[in-house]
């Protein structure tokens, strides 16, 4: 059997990624100064963005595929890291973790997620998951010699491996009745079939696994206490990254190879939806630690872009994929607030920052009220367009839960503003700026009021 | 008209803030100048939508119209009619005097509170000016920001709860009109334009839930009985300037929602539920009478008397005929002028003795004879005595309840009379009896605050003596309006039964 070489272009942004993590690897034993590494793994990053346009096709015998859908998440997962590295410069050498391995690790996670944007085929998608998703177990764990960062590693590695475990089972029963792992020949097949009990228990399997990723409940438990443990630019690399991809993944796999089966999978996520908004947001009220609170905001956030994906309709799945986007600048924004603060992580350390720091506390108010979706503010461009998708797929009764919940959840964000602007000084606030943290922190609130005010510029912003 | 107003109107007082914000904090002196200055300049750009103002046709003037998301079809359009181009002026005026009665008594990060001022007046007025459903909505929400700050921020002992109430209450109401908005747009073919909504005739049931929809952010703005409750803390706790923000427009916003949209957009709905709502209105008079009553704090006492006023406001819209409407209109324009005077009145006192208790007052007139005289104007306005502008409202409010429905007209009468009686009684434990030592030794009010609260007497009695002015405004606009209302198909057995079941 004769194996062309395979077409390379469609795949160039995964080779470039994946060479220079490993260079880097290499380039961390010359250099003293981690820094430099900081500024290649832009550098590369930068690069890769430039190259994706020009990506464009399908490879592998079908397996991957570089599309517009792919190339958007692609889009989300550079800035997710280029913003991760920009906050993480001076932090994580105040956490004593400053080691050469944590922006390979970072690349190396970013190559796994932009396989699973790219996979139209079960093992490319595994393959893909479990690169991120090692690489992540361990950048939890960077802080070696800090046992709540151990235990965090140690938590997301073990509930990882089960949530892996569960959809390589749910790929195999799928490959059972289908004896495919391709997704446009696994939809081919449903369409002759229908759905049968064996494809549904599959396709939940496939579901739950999907739904560890994105942190939906109630598969959420190990969110928290890996947000907590991590340190913080790892924790606001996860809020984004992995969620990001495990939504690229759910959007592919759901509506391209269990296409037939909507009326199933949307009575699953419409379950797992409702109690992700509602355990998220009500468990977030709760929270005295402030990534404890956004660790349950960002599963709230998870449940609205569920929405998107239960509408069924492609107009939900771009809704989706534009609240992703606004999602990453908002969360980047305020985890960047967070770092810059060297003062704790309880948000009762946020007493009287507007008077000690008013910029700051401006920043932080914004991000707030972007998280809760108030306008002009991008937040409520991603909820509104969500609810627009939904509505118009007839879920009006869906819609009204979300907005509720929506409500909800000014609660919790009002309290860090409240803290903020509506309580006296416990002690004066030291923070950390540095030029790189700084440019982050620009453009995330320069992207929240853009989108928020134009937001066509957002591609994929547009009803068919 | 060589500019646009409108937008001009809006956004000065926004870029203002930004620059505000972009000042040092230490130099108070420039920060307030510049926001006296702006909030001027606002007022004065804002003039000639009172003198070119055509008065014959019910048509949005001053428009203007850009795609603003064409893939959503929302534009930014902007226009004002008989009913909105008072609230403009009322705005940029009311302002103002916020400025000059902050100017002393706002001591604590006074750059952030200005900007938040100018922010809350630019957002108001979008409110007042949108064409655009869309638009609408993100002005009715980004107000929210500033006004939450300016609550809980810079206002009494219990400002944090007030504060939040405040802001959860409106959006719990605000979240629900948007789920509203969008399934209207979705039936509009895909348009937030509200001069189309009003040419389209929806289908009854779904006019009858967005009716709901839209009344669950619009009663709770009003407020109307029994979402009210955000209203008292609200009002009681923040700064004199955020009350009178409150009393004076904002909480005229949710009036103003069912004047704009309810009633043209949802005209047969409008027609099925006016008992509903002009029941609600009757209760809220009389229950919000009642309460002031019982109020030993002056702030809260004339809170209450809102909720009580803005009843007899839902009560004239609601009646649907032309007395009724601007009847109301006019009221909440009085309101907001006669309220907006208390509330100064209160700061300027409270600036003073920094007591709000009703109890540690007495004797106020003989210590401060003309600060007693403003209060009395605005105490009389309030009850609605002949010759003040409070009397023309009511009174055209009574006519169209009358002849809406003789059993509400005569409840919202008795509401008067409550009214006289706590007005007047305040009056007297504040102003008479025997000098309270707390009171003893304060100067009568200064320059700056006669110049605070002069224009508002002055406009209680232009209004009290020739309302036509303000009336004559409106003519052409409620009389289209009313004719939406009346003309757009019979209601249908549903709204029938509906209505069976509501008795």
Redesign the interface.
């Known amino acids: 059997m004769n194996i062309p070489f395979p077409d390379l272009t469609p795949a160039t942004p995964e080779i470039i990624m994946t060479i220079a993590a490993t260079v880097l690897l290499i380039l961390d034993l010359l250099f003293k100064e981690k820094g430099v590494l900081a500024f290649l793994t832009i550098s590369v990053a930068a690069v890769t963005l430039y190259t994706l346009p020009m990506s464009a096709g399908e490879t592998f015998g079908g397996m991957f595929i570089s599309d517009t859908y792919s190339t958007y998440f692609k889009l989300i997962f550079l800035i997710n890291i280029i913003l991760t590295v920009l906050i993480s410069l001076k932090y994580i050498k105040r956490q004593q973790a400053d080691y050469g391995e944590y922006y390979s690790l970072m690349l190396f996670s970013t190559v796994g997620m932009m396989l699973m944007a790219s996979a139209r085929d079960f093992i490319i998608l595994y393959l893909g998951l479990e690169l991120m998703a090692l690489s992540t177990y361990v950048l939890a764990g960077i802080k070696r010699h800090d046992i709540k960062s151990n235990e965090a590693a140690i938590k997301y590695f073990l509930l990882g491996a089960f949530s892996s475990a569960l959809l390589l089972y749910g790929i195999s029963l799928l490959y059972g009745a289908t004896t495919t792992t391709d997704f446009t020949k696994i939809a081919a097949q449903l369409q002759q079939t229908g759905s049968t009990p064996l494809l549904t228990l599959a396709m939940i399997l496939i579901a739950v696994a999907f739904s560890f990723k994105i942190a939906a409940v109630p598969f959420h438990m190990w969110a928290p206490d890996v947000y907590e443990g991590a340190p913080t630019s790892v924790t606001a690399f996860m809020s984004v990254g992995p969620k990001a991809a495990g939504f690229a993944v759910i959007g592919r796999v759901f509506f391209s190879a269990f296409q037939n089966m909507q009326a199933d999978w949307t009575s699953v996520l419409i379950g797992i939806a409702i109690l992700t908004m509602a355990v998220g947001n009500i468990l977030a009220i709760a929270q005295t630690n402030i990534k404890r609170m956004l660790a349950y905001s960002s599963i709230a956030h998870a449940g609205y872009m569920l929405l998107g994906i239960i509408a069924g309709t492609e107009e939900g799945r771009q809704a989706m994929m534009t609240y992703m986007m606004i999602y990453a600048f908002m969360n980047m924004g305020a985890f960047a607030i967070v770092i810059l603060l060297d003062k704790g992580e309880e948000i009762s350390d946020y007493e009287g920052l507007s008077k000690s720091r008013p910029l700051v506390a401006a920043l932080m108010l914004v991000f707030m009220f972007s998280l809760t979706g108030i306008p002009p503010t991008a937040g409520f461009i991603g909820k509104f367009n969500i609810f627009m998708a939904l509505i118009r797929a007839g879920y009006v009764w869906l819609a009204i839960v979300a907005v509720i919940f929506s409500a909800i959840s000014a609660y919790y964000y009002l309290r860090v503003v409240r803290n903020m602007y509506m309580k006296e000084m416990t002690a004066e606030a030291a923070i950390n700026p540095t030029p790189t943290l700084s440019l982050a922190l620009a453009i995330s609130v320069a992207m929240v009021f853009v989108i928020g005010i134009v937001p066509s510029v957002i591609p994929f912003i547009k009803l068919v | 008209m060589s500019y646009p107003i409108l937008s001009t109107v809006i956004f000065l007082p926004i870029v203002g803030a930004l620059l505000i ?1 972009l000042m040092s ?1 230490s130099n108070e002196a420039l920060i307030k100048w510049t926001a006296l200055l702006l909030s001027v300049l606002t007022f004065f750009l804002s003039v000639p939508l009172f003198l070119d103002f055509d008065k014959t046709t019910a048509n949005m003037q001053f428009t203007e119209s850009y795609q603003w ?4 079809g929302i534009k930014y359009a902007l226009g004002v009619d008989g009913i909105s181009v008072l609230f403009v002026l009322l705005s940029t005026l009311l302002t103002i005097l916020c400025v000059t009665v902050s100017w002393n008594s706002i001591k604590d ?1 006074t ?2 509170f200005y900007a938040a001022l100018l922010l809350t007046e630019g957002a108001m007025i979008g409110v007042f000016c949108s064409l655009d459903l869309f638009l609408f ?2 002005f009715w ?2 107000m ?2 500033p006004m ?2 300016l609550i ?2 810079w206002g009494g002992p219990n ?2 709860y007030a ?2 109430k405040f ?2 209450f409106t ?2 109401g605000s ?2 009109m ?2 509203g908005i ?2 209207l ?2 039936n509009t073919g ?1 348009s937030f334009d509200i001069l189309q909504m009003m040419n389209t005739t929806y289908p009854f049931n779904l006019q009858l839930i967005l009716f709901w929809a839209f009344f669950a952010a619009f009663a709770v703005k009003v407020p109307m009985f029994p979402v009210h409750t955000w209203l008292p803390d609200a009002h009681t706790e923040a700064p004199t300037a955020g009350s009178v923000i409150l009393a004076g427009i904002l909480i005229k916003m949710g009036a103003y929602g069912f004047l704009r949209f309810s009633m043209p957009i949802l005209p047969e709905a409008t027609r099925a539920m006016s008992p509903v709502m002009m029941i609600l209105s009757v209760i809220a008079i009389i229950y919000g009478a009642v309460i002031c009553l019982g109020q030993t704090d002056l702030k809260r006492l004339i809170a209450y008397s809102s909720v009580s006023h803005m009843g007899f406001v839902t009560l004239g819209i609601f009646a649907l005929n032309t007395q009724g409407i601007q009847g109301g209109i006019l009221q909440m324009i009085n309101h907001g002028i006669v309220t907006g005077g208390l509330f100064l009145c209160v700061g300027i006192i409270y600036d003073r003795t920094h007591t709000r208790k009703i109890a540690d007052y007495g004797g106020t007139a003989t210590v401060l004879p003309i600060y007693a005289a403003l209060f009395m104007v605005f105490t009389l306005a309030s009850i609605g005595l002949p010759g003040t502008n409070g009397f023309i409202g009511e009174f055209l409010i009574l006519l169209g309840g009358f002849t809406a429905s003789k059993p509400m007209g005569v409840l919202a009468s008795t509401g008067i009379i409550i009214g006289a009686a706590y007005m007047l009684w305040l009056y007297q434990r504040v102003f008479f009896m025997e000098v309270n030592p707390k009171v003893q030794g304060h100067p009568d009010v200064n320059f700056r605050e006669i110049l605070t609260v002069v224009p508002l007497v002055l406009l209680v009695l232009y209004v009290g003596f020739y309302p036509n002015t303000l009336l004559s405004f409106m003519d052409a606009s409620v009389q289209n309006l009313i004719n939406r209302v009346s003309t757009a198909g019979q209601p249908q057995q549903v709204a029938q039964q509906i209505i069976e079941v509501i008795k």
């Open positions: 914000f904090r998301i064409p893939s959503w990060r750059k952030e909505y993100i929400e980004a929210l920001i939450f700050l809980g921020v400002r944090v504060a939040i802001f959860l959006l719990v979240v629900l948007l789920v969008i399934v747009y979705l895909r």
